[in-house]
């Protein structure tokens, strides 16, 4: 099946239901703390990480050899 180019299933997400899964985890964080804690605490990280200019657990050099 081919997804609509609008749906981007990059990074974590590997399907379409996790996707939404997280984005409303995302979007309702208070719903996320009560039922969904892991992957709140998977977004919060990588938000984190985002924030910080890295590319989760990669280094410069990870990066740099996988476009080799």
Not at 6 to 15: E, P, R
Not at 24 to 47: A, C, M, N, T
Request: aromatic fraction near 4%; hydrophobic fraction near 30%.
């Amino acid at each position: 099946m081919t997804w609509p180019s609008s749906i981007h299933l990059g990074g974590v997400s590997k399907t379409l239901g996790s996707a939404t899964l997280r984005s409303i985890v995302k979007s309702h964080p208070d719903v996320g703390e009560r039922w969904y804690p892991g992957i709140l605490q998977d977004i919060r990280e990588q938000q984190a990480e985002e924030a910080r200019g890295g590319t989760r657990g990669l280094t410069a050099d990870d990066v740099v050899k996988s476009a080799s």
